[in-house]
């Protein structure tokens, strides 16, 4: 599985932006899709995720009622609407995937594929 991320980019503080992550190769309905982020010094922390087939939704405390995560399996696409963005979210984001959904769902060493991140930078 290979993932692509985009999307990214500079947004004032309360703007919005919508980020894109595209699998390609066989991806079943049990997957987890997930989005982390890094800012730079800091580890890499959990953001949000699903499960493709659906019935599974999480969230980070720090997004949650601010992002959105969402799927288009015919698209092989999961997306990230962020709103009211602050300066405190600028990081690198990226998408991640493993075949089973897990509890463990917000540890990236449950991940095995990652893409190769978008950088959102928040500022006026």
């Known amino acids: 599985v290979q993932l692509q991320a985009s999307g990214g980019g500079l947004v004032p503080p309360g703007g919005s932006l919508r980020l894109s992550c595209v699998a390609s190769g066989d991806t079943d309905s049990d997957y987890a899709l997930a989005w982390f982020r890094q800012a730079p010094g800091k580890e890499r922390e959990f953001v949000a995720a699903l499960r493709r087939g659906g019935g599974r939704y999480a969230y980070a405390d720090s997004v949650k009622g601010r992002f959105t995560i969402s799927r288009d399996n015919a698209k092989n696409t999961v997306y990230l609407q962020m709103n009211s963005l602050n300066p405190e979210d600028t990081s690198v984001y990226y998408c991640?995937?493993?075949?089973?959904?897990?509890?463990?769902?917000?540890?990236?060493?449950?991940?095995?594929?990652w893409g190769q991140g978008t950088q959102v930078t928040v500022s006026s």
């Open positions: 991640a995937a493993r075949v089973r959904w897990t509890l463990n769902f917000g540890m990236p060493s449950e991940y095995n594929y």
